[in-house]
């Protein structure tokens, strides 16, 4: 009765309409930006033994949740990260940005690196056992460190949305679940089809790149992201048909 009486303050918005229509709007939002980090989360763990990809996936994912989940708890802190703490090239520049650089730059390097590897891989066959079997622990603290420049962002997206505390867990909660059923079917997805890598490879650096800009103050809409990733999917979803048929056509002459 007393947790009953100790929760009731925070949900009062289950009788409000609006609040559904923000709990909807932030659910989706945090899928579709959790797309960003599940794409990275699929490449990185496909490096590693196939015993161990399923439990670095959900370790991976799992921390990712306790580390949302805390930064929720600290959310007036949070929001202080976007206040400018110096100025360059006429920007004021907060943590927030910081830390949208520094995760793009890492982005940026690890997706680089991947794909001269897949492009040259003869070129790195004196360090291809450590590119391609990194430890489960490696694997989990790159999930950890690029997790928490999306949870950052996606925090303050979610605090311009709606002021209900009790929303943003559960968005966050239902969201991060959501990443946990579709990591493993992404994940094989990704490995069945090495075309896919490349493709998967070049969204990393266009988010990259994005991340980059938005903390030199340059805003792309997500819009314009999302569309052209899922037009880039479109056209090799259609090459990956053509190939299959070809195969069929073939196999049939014989």
């Known amino acids: 009765m007393q947790l009953v009486e100790f929760l009731a303050p925070h949900f009062h918005f289950v ?5 559904w229509v923000a709990l ?7 899928v579709v ?29 799992s921390a990712a949740l306790v580390m949302r989940l805390i930064l929720l708890a600290t959310i007036s802190v949070i929001v202080q990260l976007t206040a ?4 360059a090239f006429g920007h004021g520049f907060s943590w927030r940005d910081l830390i949208l650089i520094a995760g ?3 982005l940026v390097w690890k997706a680089t690196k991947e794909i001269h590897h897949t492009v040259d891989p003869q070129d790195h066959q004196d360090t291809m ?9 490696g694997a989990i603290f790159q999930i950890l460190l690029l997790d928490l420049v999306f949870s950052i962002d996606s925090i303050i997206t979610a605090v311009g949305m709606t002021d209900e505390i009790a929303i943003m867990y559960i968005a966050v909660i239902v969201a991060v679940s959501v990443m946990m059923l579709a990591a493993t079917p992404l994940a094989n997805f990704i490995a069945r089809n090495p075309s896919i890598v490349m493709l ?6 266009m988010i990259g790149m994005t991340l980059i800009a938005d903390g030199m103050g340059y805003h792309v809409p997500k819009g314009y992201i ?17 190939r299959n048929r070809k195969k069929q056509g073939s196999g049939g002459g014989h």
Not at 15 to 19: I, K, Q, V, Y
Not at 226 to 242: H, T
Request: proline share 4%.
């Open 15 to 19: 009788s409000d309409p609006t609040a």
């Open 24 to 30: 909807l709007t932030l659910i989706v939002l945090e």
């Open 33 to 61: 930006l959790g797309i960003d980090n599940l794409i990275f989360i699929s490449i990185l763990t496909n490096k590693l033994p196939e015993a161990q990809r399923v439990r670095a996936r959900r370790l991976g994912i």
């Open 84 to 87: 400018p703490v110096f100025t």
């Open 104 to 106: 793009g730059l890492f």
């Open 129 to 137: 056992v450590g590119t391609l079997q990194m430890s489960l622990a």
């Open 200 to 205: 998967a490879l070049g969204f990393l650096l």
């Open 226 to 242: 999302y569309a052209a990733m899922g037009f880039s999917a479109l056209v090799e979803g259609l090459n990956m048909l053509a």
